[in-house]
């Protein structure tokens, strides 16, 4: 496991690659917010901002959703992933809105996670991105990197690494460090292809320092 001191490194080394790292899902509200990261599930943000665009036209409000039958809705979504659920979660949550939350996104954690299709990775998002409360959201990428750099361990659960970066990481740099995560894993060490020869955390990276090893490079 990393000491406080490499993972201070870690920290401000990925400050350094990726200072701007922020939410690629395109949205101009906590409404639409909440709808993107819903249908990122197991789909790209790419992927999703492809379908948005057009759905954020034809639906502004929680009502908008559930004045068309579900199999229009459906259509609209089609292209991503696990949509024909995803569409009876929207449905599911935008009626849950009107009757509990007048229509609006709740900003406790506590409570976006009662909505259809919310776990616990899509209330941080909306909680950090929507509304600025400090949180970390634990996706692929943020599992991926997390263990791979040692801060956490391979068998923990993601809400284990969850708490565990929550510990090690200042309160205050929680929400940014979920971005910069995501982005050096989306970037820079990729499932598949970890770009590990020039990679800066290589000589602090348990699973760097393997890879190159097999390569016969001495770290």
């Given at each position: 496991m990393q000491t406080k001191k490499n993972i201070e490194f870690i920290l401000n080394t990925m400050g350094?690659?990726?200072p701007d790292a922020e939410c690629e899902l395109t949205h101009s509200n906590p409404f639409e917010l909440t709808i993107a990261v819903l249908l990122s599930a197991q789909a790209t943000d790419a992927l999703v901002n492809k379908v948005t665009p057009s759905l954020f036209e034809k639906y502004k409000t929680p009502e908008d959703y559930l004045q068309v039958p579900l199999e229009e809705l459906e259509n609209d979504i089609?292209?991503?992933?696990?949509f024909r659920s995803k569409a009876k979660h929207i449905k599911q949550l935008c009626q849950s809105?009107?009757?509990?939350?007048?229509?609006?996104?709740?900003?406790?954690?506590?409570?976006?996670?009662?909505?259809?299709?919310?776990?616990?990775?899509?209330?941080?998002?909306?909680?950090?991105?929507?509304?600025?409360?400090?949180a970390?959201?634990?996706d692929t990428h943020v599992d991926r990197v997390s263990k791979r750099l040692g801060i956490c361990r391979w068998k923990d659960s993601v809400l284990e690494v969850e708490k565990t970066l929550m510990k090690k990481i200042p309160k205050e740099d929680w929400s940014i460090t979920h971005h910069r995560f995501i982005f050096f894993?989306?970037?820079?060490?990729k499932a598949q292809s970890p770009n590990c020869p020039e990679c800066p955390l290589v000589e602090v990276c348990r699973e760097g320092k393997k890879r190159m090893k097999k390569r016969g490079v001495i770290v």
């Amino acid at each position: 496991m990393q000491t406080k001191k490499n993972i201070e490194f870690i920290l401000n080394t990925m400050g350094e690659m990726f200072p701007d790292a922020e939410c690629e899902l395109t949205h101009s509200n906590p409404f639409e917010l909440t709808i993107a990261v819903l249908l990122s599930a197991q789909a790209t943000d790419a992927l999703v901002n492809k379908v948005t665009p057009s759905l954020f036209e034809k639906y502004k409000t929680p009502e908008d959703y559930l004045q068309v039958p579900l199999e229009e809705l459906e259509n609209d979504i089609k292209r991503i992933g696990l949509f024909r659920s995803k569409a009876k979660h929207i449905k599911q949550l935008c009626q849950s809105l009107i009757e509990n939350y007048n229509g609006e996104i709740p900003k406790e954690k506590s409570e976006l996670v009662k909505l259809a299709g919310v776990g616990r990775k899509t209330a941080n998002v909306v909680a950090s991105v929507a509304f600025g409360e400090p949180a970390i959201a634990v996706d692929t990428h943020v599992d991926r990197v997390s263990k791979r750099l040692g801060i956490c361990r391979w068998k923990d659960s993601v809400l284990e690494v969850e708490k565990t970066l929550m510990k090690k990481i200042p309160k205050e740099d929680w929400s940014i460090t979920h971005h910069r995560f995501i982005f050096f894993g989306r970037y820079h060490c990729k499932a598949q292809s970890p770009n590990c020869p020039e990679c800066p955390l290589v000589e602090v990276c348990r699973e760097g320092k393997k890879r190159m090893k097999k390569r016969g490079v001495i770290v």
